[in-house]
């Protein structure tokens, strides 16, 4: 992996570079957990580092039946072991506090300059398939913090979906881990787990047309609602047993919790869907206000 140093990809660089070390970091803690890194240069034109090519292995989202659960209990083991079991107890609505201010509220600073993308989070009522949702910031608000904050901060991936983890038959390797703080709250790794086993991201990532009619003046959308309920098969029960036990709540928690976090992450990549197109962008944000009402158990018909 490479980058050129220039005043623009000044964030990329130090993006790559904790990339890096967060390969480091875990490795020491799970010995052989990520790949090697063979080699690395740093100076003042350009930065990069070369690591191992997992030969044999594929994305977790890519192995399927028994294989799956045999390489999920691989997974959580370690992770429970030795990775979450270095921990310290936090304020959770404190921490929760900051979170909303420093990864969400100025997100949506940043987004009201997309007429669209206010009026989702800004406005009182948004309509999807027919049904009226209030707007994404009055969500919000009404997310009771008790219920959906840590209750420690720990070592964590930062990008804990099923395509960043690989399998051979035999070993996990965690790659592309992403800018989490050295210690932080493992809910974040469980809501990332939660975008592919609740939201399915993978299948629906690349559909062309996201939406079947949007009509942005009366905040009125059609889209595909397969995406909108929980696909209860074995690997979700597997996945909300394993962070149960992590976490120690009650598998409703768990499932409440994922949801809450998994939404949290729609709504700060909305910028990097936007490279898909515009009505992924959107579509994030639909996901968020969908899903977070759920929690909220507040809908009109």
């Known amino acids: 992996k490479h980058i050129q140093k220039t005043e623009e990809n000044f964030v990329h660089y130090e993006k790559l570079k904790r990339q890096k070390e967060d390969l480091l970091r875990l490795d020491f803690l799970w010995k052989g957990c990520t790949p090697k890194i063979i080699c690395e240069k740093d100076n003042e034109?350009?930065?990069?580092?070369?690591?191992?090519?997992?030969e044999g292995y594929e994305t977790l989202d890519n192995v399927k039946g028994f294989e799956k659960f045999t390489a999920l209990d691989n997974l959580f083991i370690g992770m429970k072991d030795k990775i979450y079991s270095m921990k310290r107890e936090v304020n959770g609505?404190?921490?929760?506090?900051?979170?909303f201010k420093n990864k969400i509220y100025s997100k949506f600073d940043a987004y009201s300059e997309n007429p669209v993308l206010k009026k989702l989070i800004y406005s009182d009522n948004v309509f999807i398939n027919g049904k009226k949702y209030y707007g994404?910031?009055?969500?919000l608000s009404k997310i009771d913090k008790r219920i959906v904050k840590p209750n420690h901060i720990r070592p964590i991936h930062g990008d804990f979906t099923f395509?960043?983890?690989m399998w051979n038959g035999n070993k996990i390797k965690l790659i592309d881990?992403?800018?989490?703080?050295?210690?932080?709250?493992?809910?974040?790794?469980?809501?990332?787990?939660?975008?592919?086993?609740?939201?399915?991201?993978?299948?629906w990532k690349d559909i062309e047309d996201i939406?079947?009619?949007?009509d942005w003046k009366t905040n009125s959308f059609e889209c595909n609602d397969d995406y909108f309920e929980i696909k209860k098969d074995n690997v979700y029960e597997i996945v909300m047993n394993r962070w149960s036990y992590i976490l120690n709540d009650d598998k409703q928690t768990i499932e409440t919790k994922?949801?809450?976090?998994?939404?949290?992450?729609?709504?700060?990549f909305v910028p990097f869907r936007m490279k898909q197109s515009e009505g992924h962008g959107i579509f994030a944000l639909i996901m968020a206000i969908v899903w977070l009402s759920k929690i909220i158990g507040e809908k009109n018909d």
Do not use: P
């Open 45 to 54: 034109f350009d930065y990069y580092f070369d690591m191992e090519y997992l």
């Open 93 to 99: 609505v404190e921490w929760l506090n900051n979170h």
């Open 136 to 139: 994404l910031d009055k969500i």
């Open 163 to 165: 395509e960043n983890i």
């Open 177 to 203: 881990m992403d800018g989490s703080d050295s210690f932080d709250a493992a809910e974040l790794d469980l809501g990332k787990m939660c975008q592919s086993v609740i939201s399915r991201f993978n299948e």
């Open 211 to 214: 939406f079947t009619t949007a």
């Open 258 to 268: 994922g949801i809450f976090y998994m939404c949290m992450y729609f709504i700060r």
